[in-house]
C-alpha cells in the first residue's frame, strides 16, 4: 500500500512540475516560432555574425521545458533575455559547418560565408536575441545582440500552408509534447516517394535498435517529408557528377571525400516551413558511402549504402545528442581537444574536469587511464586514451562504441546515458535546475 501512495505522490509532483514549465512558457512566449536567418562570415582568424532575416511561423514545436537551462554549451548559443537583460527567457546551443570549415586549410586564404538558420519561441514582448560564438578553448570569440520586436511590421510570416507534401510515420502524441523529427527527402524525384518513404521506416528501425531511443521511442514523432527534386540522386563532385536537387548538397564539403552537406540552411527550412519539426534527418538518395551531423543543425545519410543504417544512428548521435566522434588518427594531435579545456561533448575528457563526465560510472579499481583489454569491448566504462580525432591527449568512455566504428552494434553506455539525458531535458522539467 505504502508504495502505490508513494508512486502517486510522485507522479502528482511530477505533473506539478512539468504544469509549472508550460505555465512558464505561455507567461514568455506565443505559440509560435520566430526563425532567425544569420549570416556567419570569415577566414581563420576573423570571424563576423550578420542578421539576414526574421521570419515567423505558427506553432511552437521545440521544447518548452528547461527554457533558460542548457544541457550542452556548445560551439555557440543563442541567449533570448529581456530588454533590460535581467531575464534568460531562453537558451540554444548549436555548432556550426562554418566554424568547421575555419579549421582547413582553404580559410587560410580564403574569406567565405555560411547560412546559419535557428528556431526560437516567438516572446510576448520585445527581446533581446544574442548569438554567440565559441573557440576550442571555450572562449567567446565573436557575439551579436540584436532586439527582436513580435509586432515588428517586417517580421515575414511563412509556412501559413506547408509548401511541401509531408506525413507522419510514428506519431507517440502531440507535437507540443514530443521531439519531433522531420526526414527531409534530397535527390528524390516525385515518382521515387515510395523509396524514399521506405527509407525512413528503415531509419527509423535502425535507431529504436538502439537503447536508449528503444526503451524511449514514445518520446517521439516522426515525420516524412517528401521534397521532390528535378534529378535522382546527389552530386558527387570527385566523380565530376552533380545533379540538380532540391537541398543542392554535395559529397566533398571541404574536399573530404565522404563528407555530404547542404550549405542551404535557408532553402531547408523553407522546405520545411509550415511542418512541425524540431530535428532534421536528411536522407540523400544515393549509394555512395557518406554522411555528416552538425549539433543541433540536421544530419545528412546516404540511404542506399550498406552502411546507412549505422551511419544514420552515428550521425543522429552529433546532431541530436552533440556527441563526439570517439574514432581517432595516429598523426594528430591537439587541433581540436586542446589539452587546457575539458571539451563540452559528454563522451570526451580531456580529464581537466572528469569529475563533470563519467567519473561516477567507474568501478573504483578501475585505472585511469584505462589500458585496453580487448574484453568487454563495449560494456566496460573506462578511461581509454584516443578519441575526437586525436590519440594523444584525449579520452573515451569504452574501447568501442557507436561514435567510434560502424560495426559497433550499440551505444557505449556512456554515449547511452548522454542521450537518455538529451531526451528528458527536450521532455521533461528539471526538478533541480
Ligand atoms: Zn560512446
Known sequence: MMKWHRMYALLLLLMIVVRAGAQ????????CTLRVDYI????????????????????????????????LRGNGQIV?????????????????????????????????SFENVFLLPMPRTAVNVTVSLTDTHNRVTSSLTHRVNPRDIL????????????????????SREKIDVAFVAEGYRKGEMRVFLRDCRESIEALLAHEPFRSMADRFNFIAVMASSPESGVSIPHAGEWRNTVLGSNFDTFYSDRYLTTLRLKRLHDVLAG??????????????????????????????????????????GHSFAGLADEYYYDDQYETQYPADTEPWEPNLT???????????MLESDQPVPTPPSGRDLYTEVGVYEGGGYQSRGV????????????????FCPVCERAIRRIIDYYTEERRNP
Open 24 to 31: 512558464q512558457f505561455d507567461a514568455y512566449f506565443e505559440d
Open 40 to 71: 556567419f562570415s570569415g577566414d581563420n582568424r576573423h570571424q563576423q555574425i550578420s542578421v539576414d532575416e526574421l521570419c515567423c511561423s505558427k506553432g511552437w514545436f521545440g521544447r518548452r521545458v528547461n527554457l533558460g537551462h542548457l544541457l
Open 80 to 112: 533570448m533575455t529581456d530588454t533590460l537583460g535581467r531575464d534568460t527567457l531562453y537558451r540554444h546551443s548549436f555548432s556550426t559547418l562554418f566554424q568547421e570549415w575555419q579549421t582547413t586549410e582553404e580559410a587560410t586564404r580564403l574569406w567565405r
Open 155 to 174: 517580421l515575414r510570416p511563412v509556412g501559413r500552408e506547408a509548401q511541401t507534401r509531408w506525413r507522419y510515420l510514428r506519431r507517440s502524441g502531440d
Open 275 to 316: 511542418i512541425p519539426y524540431e530535428h532534421i534527418i536528411i536522407l540523400a538518395n544515393t549509394e555512395n558511402y557518406g554522411g555528416g551531423g552538425i549539433y543541433n543543425s540536421y544530419l545528412m545519410s546516404a540511404a542506399h549504402n550498406t552502411r546507412s543504417r549505422p551511419v544514420v544512428v552515428h550521425e543522429f
Open 350 to 360: 580531456t580529464l581537466v574536469d572528469f569529475g563533470s563526465k563519467w567519473a561516477d
Open 395 to 410: 579520452f573515451r568512455p569504452s574501447q568501442e562504441c557507436r561514435m567510434k566504428t560502424n560495426e559497433s552494434p550499440v
